[in-house]
């Protein structure tokens, strides 16, 4: 069974510059990357993801979460938001980008958990399932 605090990522990167991938840590929900600071914060039962930077341009933003995740699961996302013939239960793999939202199924417990998010304008969200990691990458490019 998967629980999930998302305020808590085990691992995160930031894309900043156009330079790779800057691994950083967070401390009580917050991180500060050269002038970028991001911010994660509860809210309502979801968690807000904050991003700011007074000069750097940043493109993405990756946060990663352990999960159970065997070959008894099953995952239903769909590749763009809309359904064009490539929707259906398989089994989770890494290159599988899920946008928005996605549902998993524990076939074994006949358990359902729902994934999804809520963005503000300008942003890109996608999930992928990596092994025992869930990567959310959180476009903020446009």
Request: hydrophobic share 40%; glycine share 8%; charged share 20%.
């Amino acid at each position: 069974m998967n629980s999930f605090d998302f305020s808590c990522p085990v691992r995160a990167e930031i894309a900043i510059d156009g330079h790779i991938n800057k691994p950083f840590s967070l401390s009580n929900g917050i991180a500060r990357v050269s002038d970028v600071i991001v911010e994660l914060k509860k809210n309502n039962g979801g968690v807000d993801v904050n991003i700011t930077s007074s000069k750097s341009l940043i493109s993405h933003l990756y946060l990663f979460y352990k999960i159970q995740c065997d070959s008894s699961f099953r995952v239903f996302g769909d590749a763009i938001e809309r359904g064009y013939g490539e929707m259906g239960w398989e089994k989770p793999n890494n290159t599988h980008q899920m946008f928005w939202y996605f549902f998993l199924h524990d076939e074994t417990i006949k358990r359902l958990q729902c994934f999804g998010v809520k963005v503000q304008l300008r942003s890109i969200v996608s999930f992928k399932i990596m092994g025992n990691l869930l990567k959310v990458d959180i476009n903020v490019q446009s």
